[in-house]
DNA sequence: TTACTCATGTAACAAGTTACATGATTTA
DNA sequence: TAAATCATGTAACTTGTTACATGAGTAA
């Protein structure tokens, strides 16, 4: 047995996440992937090659990915999840007190600095924000009418997250 | 002139936090801020040694922050948010891009793959992850009985994020 | 004085980032 | 064939983590 090396620790954000898209989308390689995640709405959040890459890497050698070389010359290889990947993402999934956490949120830590500001200075800045989130909200109204399935649903639960902000904004400013 | 060296690169979530907890707390030492992050409601924050030291001598070397001793033989240093820091604060406040981020949201990346499993397999993983949450929001409860000012802001926009966390669960389960 | 807690810090490591390198494939 | 783009990857760096070390103050 090719003795796929015992994963010390839980999973992180992202190889979750890449274990659960190759799930989605099984023979997918590194380079789809990257392109799924670099659309994604988070700043936080590049889907740099450096990061991508090694995590797949990472991912397969601890026997939670296979890879499969497609036969080209340039190696590309299509990736599916294995029965311990398998277990593993459920692991992940349910994992209530990561699920649960508040995560980063930039809004919320910004918000106590901005109540000790002075109504003058907060008010300005307060509305360039509100004003983006409203263009942004406009952009993923436009994407909810073509969407389907997942996208729909990521989309929704950002949408329902910048209307909680503009309530936010709209009682502080 | 003993040249605070200038900064390259825009102030972290961290760097930021600090500088702010710093303003709303003249004098404050390092393991007072540790203490206070430590209570923080998030788990991709530890508020570690490891991170706030280090932190804080950036932000002193940058001139954003000064010490002086406070005279014990432990070396104890109290910090202000010098003018330089104060402007790099509200550069950091106003950052309409960071600030409207949706940021990192364990909850929403486990989404798509919740909406993957068998309804065998989803519901009770979300059931308990509904049980934590409510757990939760009702000991925020008790804290917004007592708790003022900034920590009843951070509190109240907590349990607005989980109220909503509920009510995805609600439909989806 | 012994033990506990306060307080500051470092070392080794983990996992991201940006920027670059390299070569394969496709299109004009 | 030349240029553009597809695709994989690495190197240097940043900033966090855990776990440990060290010593000061305080209460029994």
Redesign the pocket.
Known sequence: MPASRKR??AL????GAILSAVRRGEGI???????AFLVSPSI???????????????LKAAGLLAATA?G???????YSVTAAGEAALLAWAGDATRAMSVGIDPFRSRVPQWLTLSRAQRAPMLRAIEKALVVRCSALGETLKTAHDIARVQATLELELHRARLRWIAANK
């Open positions: 010390k620790a992180t954000e992202l190889e390689t590194p380079y789809r992937l990257r392109q936080e959040w590049s889907g740099s090659a450096g990061a991508v890459y090694p995590a797949m890497r990472r497609s080209d010359a340039r190696g590309t290889e299509h």
